[in-house]
């Protein structure tokens, strides 16, 4: 009988995953799969299974969690050399890579899809041998998801990284920091930087539109020591997806940089603690084969989001002027 791993995180979001597990067994086991479940991705809590995977005839993976999840699972897989299919089952708090292939909420439409067929190669990235599959994030802020008490994440959800955010807005500094790459080197006063694999981070699901998962490339964007005065344009311009024109923006494509800095900051990776300067930043194509939708892509134009919404608002009233 083919086997399938369900790696899930019991805490993710508010701990939907629990209260339909036995859904996803019978669902999986009608379609004649062995359910093997695991709770937690740790290296000590997935290693050992992964290491059976030919022996168990393993024929897919599932990730049920939030972005560190996935990325947890993704480093597993890579470490013991499994290409068998992941399957994504976005029910953390931050769900941006699962954005990019449109992966729907409801875990019946996610079980439809970890069942087909439809697959899509897609790069990831690596950051001091650490891997990546959606951002990689260094400076004043980044690690917001690491400070946020897990109890409010659990009940606002995203909201609660904009509230960690407003608390310490005013400690918001630049950062200098040293960037080598083939397109761009040099040194920057900025605020943050963000090397993306995906279009989103932090559910601002704008940042890096030209993104596309499959190309061999990095999006690097990086924010700039910005005026007072210009803070509310700026904000405003990153959720409209006009901030790649913005003079306080810095936006570029690589397959490989470099980044280095001498003073003590945060290093996120996927919304969990990433490694220390020096950064040695590359991507490793087409490493993994994920599961989407056929109709990957395609949206109800009913269900606009609300920063298409507010982009709507903003040309209405002659705040912005369209592309």
Do not use: W
């Amino acid at each position: 009988m083919r086997s399938v791993i369900l790696v899930y995180n019991p805490r993710a979001g508010n701990g939907v995953i629990k209260n339909h597990l036995d859904f996803i067994f019978c669902k999986f086991q009608d379609a004649g799969y062995t359910v093997i479940p695991v709770r937690g991705a740790r290296p000590d809590q997935l290693d050992p299974v992964l290491k059976e995977a030919d022996a168990m005839k393993v024929e897919r993976i599932i990730a049920a969690g939030g972005d560190g999840t996935i990325n947890q699972v993704v480093n597993a897989m890579v470490r013991n050399d499994i290409h068998v299919p992941l399957a994504i089952f976005p029910v953390g708090t931050a769900n941006d890579f699962a954005y990019y292939f449109s992966i729907p909420g409801e875990v019946e439409h996610m079980v439809d899809i970890a069942l087909g067929d439809h697959l899509q190669n897609v790069d990831i990235g690596c950051l001091n041998g650490q891997y990546f599959i959606n951002v990689a994030a260094m400076g004043c802020l980044v690690d917001l998801s690491q400070r946020t008490d897990p109890n409010l994440k659990s009940t606002l959800g995203v909201l609660a990284y904009y509230l960690q955010g407003m608390v310490e807005l005013p400690n918001l500094r630049p950062i200098t920091m040293r960037f080598e790459s083939e397109e761009f080197t040099g040194e920057e006063k900025v605020y943050f930087a963000l090397v993306m694999n995906g279009k989103s981070a932090g559910s601002f699901k704008h940042l890096a539109t030209p993104a596309e998962v499959d190309d061999g490339k990095m999006d690097v964007l990086l924010f700039k020591e910005t005026p007072v005065k210009d803070f509310p344009q700026l904000a405003l311009s990153i959720l409209t997806d006009q901030h790649r024109d913005n003079k306080n923006v810095m936006y570029f494509q690589t397959s490989h940089i470099k980044i280095d800095t001498d003073e003590e900051i945060g290093v996120d990776v996927d919304g969990e603690t990433g490694g220390s300067f020096p950064l040695d930043i590359q991507v490793v194509p087409r490493r993994l084969q994920i599961l989407t939708a056929v109709n990957q892509g395609k949206r109800d134009p009913e269900k606009t989001d609300r920063y298409e919404q507010l982009e709507e608002i903003l040309y209405g009233r002659g705040i912005l002027m369209r592309k």
